[in-house]
């Protein structure tokens, strides 16, 4: 029998780039200064996650 759950896939929540950078200072920290190969990749992700949480560039008036 099956219950309701929903076999599609959910996305993850949105992080804001304020979050996602918090979590890049962290991978910075705790690695003092010198990624791993796992840990650039780690980077990379997040790097991507924050461009596209940051908000464009606003005109000036």
Not at 31 to 39: F, H, K, P
């Amino acid at each position: 029998m099956l219950h309701g759950m929903s076999t599609t896939p959910q996305p993850p929540a949105e992080r804001s780039a304020h979050e996602v950078n918090e979590e890049i200072r962290a991978l910075w920290f705790r690695s003092g200064g010198m990624l791993t190969m796992e840990e650039r990749r780690e980077y990379q992700r997040l790097v991507m996650e924050w461009a596209a949480a940051s908000p464009g560039p606003t005109k000036a008036a």
